[in-house]
């Protein structure tokens, strides 16, 4: 099978700029992208750099950006790609060089996290005794081989660096719904701050491309539901989310001024908008100061009313799996 791989390269250490090298290959049906790199540094170019080692996507070392979108090159068959292939580097972590990054960033944010069990007790005074039934649910999150997959393609890291980023935040929920772990409402306090669990904005990418099916996104917003439950609620995230509610059922649809106004802290964070305000209403932008109630409001706040009486509170799932420990 012929193929035409298009890698990016660079050596930013080496002074050299990023540009592209093209390596035309024949390979067996069943190889994988992985085989198809390793064959061309083994027999074109042995310049080629790039980082793996269990080929069995297991380790997440060979994790890098494939057609646009991160992925692990020795899960990715050759066979399921079309014949032109392009490689770079993963996203929103430094080139070292060529295909490898340095995941320093990475792993810093993952240890601010703790990301230990923290027990009651230093040392716990028995051992804990856990029901197999409140650990099933957190198959999916121990999945994780930390590739950074979702951190290259996290579109909220690519703006904002501070956001702490969806591996370290499926690790937190990972201890957060451990029934052992002691320290989950201290974890919740802390991701309800700066770079936490509102930072993300729902760009659905590292559910997308987690090889593991791991879907971080949805632990974050599991962590945000938990927290909103259990009153965590100052901060622009939480109020920008109930007042999307309470502007939905108070007039059947959203009001952008009201509810940019409602999920900000006070007068002084508004004025901080003002300039913006000013263009959208020099543009013609901004919408109505007298929201538009719909006809049919009351029909919409039925429907809100009965769904969040049929909603199960996330956080007696949550409490169910703090009661594990004492069985
Ligand atoms: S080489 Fe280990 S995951 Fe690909």
Same mark, same amino acid.
């Given at each position: 099978?012929?193929?035409?791989?298009?890698?990016?390269?660079?050596? =930013?250490?080496?002074?050299?700029?990023?540009?592209?090298?093209?390596?035309?290959?024949?390979?067996?049906?069943?190889?994988? /992208?992985?085989?198809? /790199?390793?064959?061309?540094?083994?027999?074109? %170019?042995?310049?080629?750099?790039?980082?793996?080692?269990?080929?069995?996507?297991?380790?997440?070392?060979?994790?890098?950006?494939?057609?646009? @979108?991160?992925?692990?090159?020795?899960?990715?068959?050759?066979?399921?790609?079309?014949?032109?292939?392009?490689?770079?580097?993963?996203? !929103?972590?430094?080139?070292?060089?060529?295909?490898?990054?340095?995941?320093? =960033?990475?792993?810093?944010?993952?240890?601010?996290?703790?990301?230990?069990?923290? =027990?009651?007790?230093?040392?716990?005074?028995?051992?804990?005794?856990?029901?197999?039934?409140?650990?099933?649910? /957190?198959?999916?999150?121990?999945?994780?081989?930390?590739?950074?997959?979702?951190?290259?393609?996290?579109?909220? /890291?690519?703006? !904002?660096?501070?956001?702490?980023?969806?591996? &370290?935040?499926?690790?937190?929920?990972?201890?957060?719904?451990?029934?052992?772990?002691? &320290?989950?409402?201290?974890?919740?306090?802390?991701?309800?701050?700066?770079?936490?669990?509102? %930072?993300?904005?729902?760009?659905?990418?590292?559910?997308?491309?987690?090889?593991? %099916?791991?879907?971080?996104?949805?632990?974050?917003?599991?962590?945000?539901?938990?927290?909103?439950?259990?009153?965590?609620?100052? @901060? !622009?995230?939480?109020?920008?989310? !109930?007042?999307?509610?309470?502007?939905?059922?108070?007039?059947?649809?959203? %009001?952008?001024?009201?509810?940019?106004?409602?999920?900000?802290?006070?007068?002084?964070?508004?004025?901080?908008?003002?300039?913006?305000?000013?263009?959208?209403?020099?543009?013609?932008?901004?919408?109505?100061?007298? =929201?538009?109630?719909?006809?049919?409001?009351?029909?919409?706040?039925?429907?809100?009313?009965?769904?969040?009486?049929?909603?199960?509170?996330?956080?007696?799932?949550?409490?169910?799996?703090?009661?594990?420990?004492?069985?």
């Amino acid at each position: 099978m012929d193929i035409q791989l298009k890698v990016r390269r660079q050596n =930013p250490e080496g002074g050299q700029t990023p540009h592209w090298s093209e390596y035309t290959l024949d390979v067996p049906d069943h190889y994988t /992208l992985l085989d198809a /790199l390793i064959q061309v540094r083994e027999e074109v %170019d042995e310049t080629l750099s790039l980082r793996c080692s269990c080929r069995s996507h297991i380790c997440g070392s060979c994790g890098m950006r494939i057609n646009g @979108h991160a992925g692990l090159a020795c899960k990715t068959k050759i066979r399921e790609l079309p014949r032109q292939i392009t490689v770079e580097p993963m996203g !929103n972590l430094p080139v070292i060089k060529d295909l490898i990054v340095d995941l320093e =960033p990475f792993w810093n944010k993952l240890y601010s996290i703790d990301p230990f069990l923290k =027990p009651a007790g230093d040392p716990p005074e028995r051992e804990y005794v856990v029901p197999p039934e409140t650990m099933l649910h /957190l198959d999916g999150v121990i999945n994780c081989i930390m590739c950074g997959a979702c951190v290259s393609d996290c579109e909220s /890291l690519s703006v !904002n660096p501070l956001f702490i980023g969806p591996t &370290a935040l499926a690790k937190e929920y990972r201890f957060v719904m451990d029934p052992r772990d002691a &320290a989950d409402r201290e974890r919740l306090q802390q991701m309800n701050g700066p770079g936490g669990v509102w %930072d993300c904005t729902h760009c659905y990418q590292c559910v997308e491309v987690c090889p593991k %099916d791991v879907a971080p996104m949805e632990r974050i917003m599991a962590m945000r539901r938990i927290m909103m439950d259990l009153g965590m609620q100052n @901060h !622009n995230g939480a109020r920008r989310a !109930n007042a999307f509610v309470d502007l939905v059922g108070e007039y059947g649809r959203l %009001d952008e001024t009201r509810l940019l106004m409602r999920s900000l802290s006070g007068f002084g964070e508004l004025l901080t908008y003002s300039k913006v305000g000013w263009r959208s209403l020099w543009k013609g932008k901004l919408p109505p100061i007298r =929201p538009h109630r719909l006809a049919s409001a009351a029909t919409i706040r039925r429907i809100f009313e009965r769904t969040r009486r049929q909603r199960p509170r996330r956080f007696k799932l949550y409490e169910a799996q703090q009661e594990g420990v004492k069985a």
